[in-house]
């Protein structure tokens, strides 16, 4: 079997209905299956999930990137999201048995090709990180592009790891590199108070004091009239969806605030929310395979996926 790798590239557009669409088709490539797409306007991002073989993926992402820097400018740019790149963050994830080396390999090709054919700087984050103070993300993006763009020049430390050491002007930095799954989830608070939702961040996330695979932000999302509590949850096995739920559910009651509802972006594994499901409903003894469409695509995948 061929590697076949995961990639979730992240860009600086949520708004924009037709350029959306031209990101959509420069990812439309053989090789390629677009998975999902997930556009937020408060964050003014969106967030594809792509499978394929490396070479076609770092191909679609080249293209979709080439995109992206003709059409999106981040001199103009504003969102909830932090943000370094018109393509902001592109992570490349093994599936079935792909080593992660090939996925490092896939980053690594990414970037010599944005900084070759765009001149666009590019950062690498955890398993392809070359310092160990990027591994994080947050390190590497900083304050995001408009501190960037004033400081990559004079500061060493800032200095991107494949190009000159300068942001693009309007497309800023590409980061990329590779990991495992994790899933993006976003619980959303009845309250506009900004400082709510970052203090209840704070207490979640690991750097914080919180748990240890979670990673959190405090965003303001006016087009609803609320805040949310931005996550990514790295390991979900060990910082499940259900304690990171409770735990930020517990912290608003604290502040007299309530959980109105919560989304995952992008894709997530089914087993996460037979976690939720083992937990909130007590089932003992439950086996993923009880669960019809499991069960068929054991039997009978062809089925499975017709259904």
């Not at 969102?79 to 902001?88: E, F, K, N």
């Amino acid at each position: 079997m061929a590697d076949l790798l995961e990639c979730v590239p992240n860009f600086s557009e949520g708004r924009d209905e037709e350029i959306i669409a031209e990101l959509r088709s420069a990812l439309g490539i053989p090789g390629v299956t677009l998975l999902d797409v997930h556009s937020d306007r408060d964050h003014n991002r969106s967030v594809f999930t792509l499978v394929g073989t490396p070479e076609a993926l770092v191909d679609a992402v080249y293209q979709a990137a080439r995109v992206a820097a003709e059409r999106i400018d981040l001199t103009k740019h504003t969102g909830a999201h932090p943000r370094l790149g018109a393509t902001d963050v592109v992570p490349f994830i093994p599936l079935t048995g792909t080593p992660m080396s090939t996925a490092v390999e896939a980053s690594r090709a990414l970037a010599d090709r944005v900084w070759t054919g765009l001149s666009i700087p590019v950062y690498f984050y955890e398993e392809s990180a070359t310092q160990p103070e990027r591994v994080n993300l947050e390190q590497v993006r900083g304050k995001g592009f408009e501190e960037a763009l004033a400081t990559v020049a004079a500061e060493p430390r800032r200095r991107p790891d494949i190009g000159n050491p300068q942001l693009h002007p309007t497309a800023g930095a590409v980061i990329t590199g590779a990991r495992g799954p994790l899933i993006a989830y976003n619980i959303y608070l009845n309250t506009p108070d900004i400082t709510i939702a970052k203090a209840i961040a704070k207490t979640v996330r690991h750097s914080g004091g919180g748990l240890r695979f979670v990673k959190a932000l405090g965003l303001d999302i006016p087009e609803r009239g609320c805040v949310q509590v931005s996550m990514n949850l790295t390991n979900f096995r060990r910082s499940a969806m259900f304690t990171v739920f409770d735990l930020v559910r517990q912290a608003a009651e604290s502040y007299g605030v309530a959980v109105t509802d919560s989304e995952v972006v992008g894709l997530l594994p089914a087993a996460a929310l037979f976690d939720v499901a083992r937990h909130y409903l007590r089932m003992h003894h439950f086996e993923e395979n009880q669960v019809l469409e499991m069960r068929l695509l054991e039997t009978n995948p062809d089925e499975a996926l017709a259904s």
